[in-house]
């Protein structure tokens, strides 16, 4: 889990760089470059994609490819449980500092579903006494509000309702419980406000499109007065607004020549290809990571190789009704019978991936499957491991990786059709 999200950490940040160069400003003018907000919806979903993929058990897809061989063949071990509080605590760390981040959110859109509210001549519009910017309030409310002594206009009432029709409100407040349980990581920061100035930018063209001239410089000295720092940290709220100050200069220029110059028709530098690009590499990235991860812990389970003394072959169960015969191939190789080495044919049926314990006395117990090619031949694996020995060792082993394979020989090819023939009934 903590990989995973060590892995989203890291992609946001290179999926916000990529977006940051992409949209910066050139000689064709502030914000030309400027997506729509579908657009970096679609970039914060790509954020998340490695490290989705990453959660997927992929070992019960790509171990059994790899497994070769006949006789059973002992990995690595791992000692006792040392080190394996670390890992634990690191992640009830991290959820715990997400937690507080994600429930002081969540607290401030409660506190915004609690704001005093006196309705107004105009349907689905409140007045509110709050010193806050007009908003709209998201689900179960869904309506509109703008403080007391504002002027409630024809074009800042569309505006707020182009919101609601795009469940702005709603989308806003995941975004940023998505940003908190990321621990306010800078990139998908980035891409949140990027999202959040672009909802505004749609609102404003929604809210302007049919004024004329004049009343789009009034409609925008409006949102400069409602949209003035009035203290607190306003960001974090989850509803759709914007902190129009120095600090976010370009935002207000953006959103003043678009709304003055009716720049809606600018037509923006197509995002398409980079989208592609970033979910292919997404994908790319959440699938390589996942697959070096599980073989790296298959082969890092443990110190060193241990060595049995005894090691009991396992037996072919009585039968498997449900065993594909058609796939089984045989080759040639060098068999053992009456204790004499002679030329013959071997068949693979199965393999069996296990994991065990052994005590210090060196007896093996706790065994348990890990994969399979199938489950005929579990039960019968795990009762030969049961038999094996290690010898005293200074200390018990935990979680010892063993594959069993089972696999069936004979002179000549007569013999083994005989036996598939049984095997298979």
Known sequence: MIE???LVHVWSLIVAGGAWYLQRDGNDGTGSRFPGPNVWAMLIWVSLLPGLIYLIPFSDYVVLPQIQGFEAEALRAEVGSQGGIWLP?????YLSGAGVLMARTLWRWFRLQRLPLQP?????????????PPLT???????????????????????????????????????????????????????????????ELRADRAATQKLSASDRKSYATLLLQSHRPKGGDET??????????????????????????????????????????????????????????????????GLG?????????????????DYEIEDVTSERAMITVNGQRVPGYKVRLGTVLLLHDV?????VHNPRVLDSTNRCFEAEAANALLQWTTGPRPQS?????????????????????????????
């Not at 107004?120 to 806050?132: C, D, I, M």
């Not at 309030?137 to 409630?152: C, D, F, T």
């Not at 090691?311 to 072919?316: I, K, V, Y």
């Open 236 to 301: 974090s709220l989850p509803c759709p607004t914007a902190q129009l100050g120095a600090s976010r200069q370009r935002r207000v220029k953006m959103r003043l020549l678009e709304i003055i110059e009716n720049r809606s028709d600018v037509p923006k530098r197509s995002w398409r290809a980079a989208i592609i690009f970033a979910l292919s590499a997404a994908g790319v990235v959440g699938l390589t990571t996942a697959a070096i991860s599980a073989e790296s812990r298959s082969d890092e389970r």
């Open 4 to 6: 995973a999200l060590g």
């Open 305 to 321: 190789t241990v060595g049995y003394i005894t090691q009991t072959s396992p037996e072919l169960p009585a039968s498997c009704p």
């Open 120 to 132: 107004t001549a105009e349907p689905g519009v409140f007045s509110t006494s709050e010193p806050l």
């Open 137 to 199: 309030l998201s689900w179960p409310k869904r309506v509109v509000v703008i403080p007391e002594g504002m002027e409630a206009s024809p074009a800042l009432i569309r505006h707020e309702r182009a919101h609601l029709q795009h469940n702005d409100g709603e989308l806003t407040l995941l975004f940023l419980l998505l940003h908190d349980a990321l621990l306010r990581n800078p990139g998908m920061g980035f891409l949140v406000r990027q999202w959040r100035l672009a909802i």
């Open 89 to 93: 605590s690191l992640l009830m760390l």
């Open 397 to 425: 082993l935990k979680s010892v990786v063993v594959k069993m394979h089972f696999g069936i020989s004979g002179e000549d090819l007569d013999e083994l059709k005989e036996q598939i023939a049984d095997f298979g009934q």
């Open 359 to 363: 005590r210090q006395n060196g007896s």
